[in-house]
């Protein structure tokens, strides 16, 4: 026999559920469960199907999926705006000053081709990164945290996006917030 109002197990003769207190009438035993809303509490973890919370008697989102999008939007746009800036290297490196000397055209140009290409790379592996947060890729967080960590020395706009994504991604309890919202668990 099932208490109608919360599924507890109940044993033969029992007037009253001893989990909940619903009075237990003739049949009303016998029934099939009904499902109850779950009690309000602080701690039920976030389900697997989805990023929510609850949070006496309200559903809100977890905190890494409160970030993620915001997160993934700023890398995409910072490595955007950092892929511009490549262009426009690469280009005054391939073709040069005209203005300048020969032997300063010969040092800076190869120079300027080197850094643009640097700045490049880092720049479509920052898209890259913010594209595996915002569709949830599974390698997408520790991908991040890497390339985080190597922003944080691109001073101003570079640390603070590496200090944000170290801040949301490597805190206690993100790793298995983001498999979730992956699907890995």
């Not at 109608?4 to 007037?15: A, E, I, M, W």
């Not at 590496?162 to 668990?185: C, F, H, M, N, P």
Request: hydrophobic share 45%; glycine share 12%.
């Amino acid at each position: 026999m099932v208490c109608p109002n919360c599924g507890d197990t109940l044993q033969s003769g029992q007037n009253f559920c001893s989990r909940c207190g619903q009075s237990i009438g003739p049949g009303q035993a016998d029934s099939a469960r009904v499902t109850a809303p779950p009690s309000p509490t602080w701690s039920t973890p976030p389900s697997p199907v989805g990023a929510s919370v609850a949070t006496y008697g309200t559903s809100q989102r977890s905190r890494v999926a409160k970030h993620l999008q915001i997160l993934g939007v700023l890398w995409i746009a910072v490595s955007g705006l950092r892929l511009l800036h490549a262009g426009a290297i690469l280009f005054f490196g391939r073709f040069g000053f005209p203005f300048m000397p020969e032997p300063m055209r010969g040092f800076l140009m190869p120079l300027m081709g080197a850094v643009g290409t640097f700045i490049a790379a880092t720049a479509i592996a920052g898209l890259i990164a913010g594209w595996g947060l915002l569709t949830h890729q599974p390698w997408g967080r520790m991908f991040a945290i890497v390339i985080g960590c190597l922003k944080l020395i691109d001073f101003p706009f570079g640390t603070a996006l590496g200090i944000y994504t170290l801040a949301v991604l490597a805190s206690q309890g993100a790793e298995d917030e983001y498999q979730r919202l992956a699907g890995v668990q």
